[in-house]
Each structure stands twice: as C-alpha cells, then as structure tokens.
C-alpha cells in the first residue's frame, strides 16, 4: 500500500502534467473503450460480434469508437477476403497494455458495487430531507 507521502508526490506530479495526461485519459476513458478493450482482449472478433457482445452500444457508437481506437493504435482492423467482405478487429501491444489497469477498474467495480450504490442512496435520502 503506498504511504500518503508517496500519493502526495504521485498527486504532485499528475497535476503538472495534466496537459500530457487528460488527451491520454480523454481517449480511454470514454463510456465505451474500457469495454471493447476487454471485449477483444481474449481474441479478434467482428463488428457484429462485439455489438452483440456490448448491450446497449448503438452502430453509430460503435463504429466511431472503434474508429478512435484504431486511430490511436489500441486496435487493428484487417480486411477478410470472405464474401462478403468481412472486417476484424483485434488488439495491439499497445492496448493489451491497458489489461492490467482495466481489469483493476473492472475488479474495483465489482467489489464496490454495493457500497457506491448505498453511497447514491444515502445521498439522495439526505438531499430530501435537507
């Protein structure tokens, strides 16, 4: 566990280089990358496999936030020579290096899930009765 000394000085350092951290943060951050990160971690898969795979993550949603990932080289697209035409997508080193801090936040969310909802409960009680 780091001690407050060591989080002070991380505090430190990530706020002078917000301008270098909050582009990076801003591009995996976003409602849906975390999500198709882990979705193709394992292996390629198609358009309509991840779709199916994310409930709720429109076409439009989809196809652009794949569109970023390949632009920021998180993701590959290859081209299939089937008919018809068949696209993958599949991770790079890049945004396979994003596994371990990924499956931390997705753990974190799963152990706290009780108390963060119990946090929105307390708070919207105590907002109705102030």
Request: net charge neutral; hydrophobic share 45%.
């Amino acid at each position: 566990m780091a001690t407050d000394t060591d989080l002070e000085a991380l505090s430190c350092k990530a706020m002078m280089d917000v301008p270098r951290i909050r582009p990076v943060l801003d591009k995996i951050a976003d409602k849906w990358t975390i999500m198709i990160l882990t979705v193709l971690c394992p292996r390629p898969a198609r358009f309509n496999d991840i779709k199916r795979r994310l409930d709720g993550i429109t076409h439009k949603s989809l196809a652009d936030a794949l569109k970023r990932l390949e632009r920021h080289g998180l993701i590959t697209r290859t081209v299939l020579p089937t008919s018809p035409i068949g696209v993958e997508y599949a991770i790079t080193p890049l945004g396979h290096s994003l596994r371990g801090p990924f499956e931390a936040l997705c753990s974190w969310a799963l152990d706290h899930e009780a108390a963060f909802a119990a946090a929105v409960v307390a708070y919207d009680q105590a907002r109705e009765a102030g």
